[in-house]
């Protein structure tokens, strides 16, 4: 049995050799000047018989190397290949590197099925076929505590929401937001929310099957009641999925509703932010059986701040 270094050696010795018959019995790479085509001798040696029908040369040593220690998780992608993308094998298993074969079935797996976890560098160095195998890269997109507690970090209209649905968490963290809430449209508004905000059995009561069913759907995301794995779990509260053709087949079927109840919280959103005061009035009217009936701009007052600019104010009326 030949130790690596000696498998190297010959293995090298076959590289310059089969470039020394290319070229005509030349060593040197670069093109040699001849009178007239010569007949290509046929390679004698293993490898360097290999090399030409490749044609592109004799196989790296270091890669199949690094094939045979890894025998095992290369046995186990092409499976999972054969499984979940068998049309696409040729395609993805033609790729030399690792982290472009998880990139290439990632691709085809998100037209297929459902999108995978964009964010994360597959060609990075430590990441190998083993790690890709051990679990489903699916994202998670369920609301969680972190993100309750970082309600600042989201755009006005999500706070807004936010302070009309009865909290998943402690009901002390609502004051936060209902202060924040009072910056944005005044402190008229927020009177009109309950301390505790409503609940979801009231929140699909009063806005389900209507125009403002955002609501609806907003309430249920942070609820985690939406009925879709990835929109209510989160990475705290969730460990990774093993691969399964079942929990696929799930998560495959399931897609569509997820992108119908993003669509409806963005609608929601947009709607909110065109008319943030006027419209968010109309939510609270609707949800406490109010006509909206806001004071005419012309017969306001309207008060400036200490930089000199209006302050503006309006209210709901019984």
């Not at 470039?19 to 390679?43: A, I």
């Not at 590197?97 to 998100?110: A, K, L, P, V």
């Not at 297929?112 to 560098?121: K, M, S, T």
Request: hydrophobic share 40%.
């Amino acid at each position: 049995m030949w130790d690596l270094d000696t498998l190297r050696y010959l293995n090298e010795q076959a590289y310059l050799s089969s470039l020394k018959m290319v070229n005509g019995g030349v060593e040197s790479t670069e093109p040699q000047p001849v009178s007239e085509p010569q007949p290509r001798p046929e390679p004698v040696f293993p490898l360097a018989i290999l090399a030409a029908k490749l044609i592109v040369g004799p196989p790296s040593l270091i890669r199949l190397i690094d094939l045979v220690e890894a025998s095992d998780s290369v046995a186990e992608f092409l499976s999972l290949v054969r499984e979940f993308l068998p049309r696409h094998e040729v395609n993805i298993m033609s790729e030399v590197d690792d982290g472009q074969r998880i990139e290439r079935f990632c691709h085809y797996f998100s037209n297929q099925y459902f999108p995978l976890e964009d964010n994360f560098d597959y060609t990075y160095d430590d990441f190998t076929l083993a790690d890709f195998l051990q679990h489903i890269p699916v994202p998670l997109m369920g609301f969680s505590w972190d993100d309750y507690s970082q309600f600042n970090d989201f755009r006005d209209s999500f706070v807004l929401l936010l302070s009309m649905v009865e909290s998943p968490y402690d009901s002390d963290e609502r004051l936060p937001i209902l202060e924040r809430v009072k910056d944005i449209v005044g402190k008229s508004l927020v009177e009109l929310i309950p301390r505790d905000g409503w609940s979801l059995d009231e929140i699909h009561r009063m806005f389900e099957g209507s125009q403002y069913e955002g609501v609806v759907a907003f309430a249920d995301w942070i609820h985690s009641n939406t009925g879709c794995m990835q929109l209510d779990a989160n990475y705290t509260e969730y460990g990774p999925e093993l691969w399964s053709m079942e929990l696929v087949t799930s998560l495959t079927r399931e897609w569509p509703l997820v992108i119908a109840i993003q669509d409806k919280m963005q609608n929601m959103y947009a709607w909110l932010e065109e008319d943030i005061y006027h419209n968010f009035e109309t939510l609270l009217a609707t949800m406490l059986g109010r006509e909206v009936v806001s004071v005419p701009k012309e017969q306001m007052s309207f008060p400036l701040d200490n930089d000199g600019q209006v302050i503006r104010k309006e209210v709901i009326q019984a």
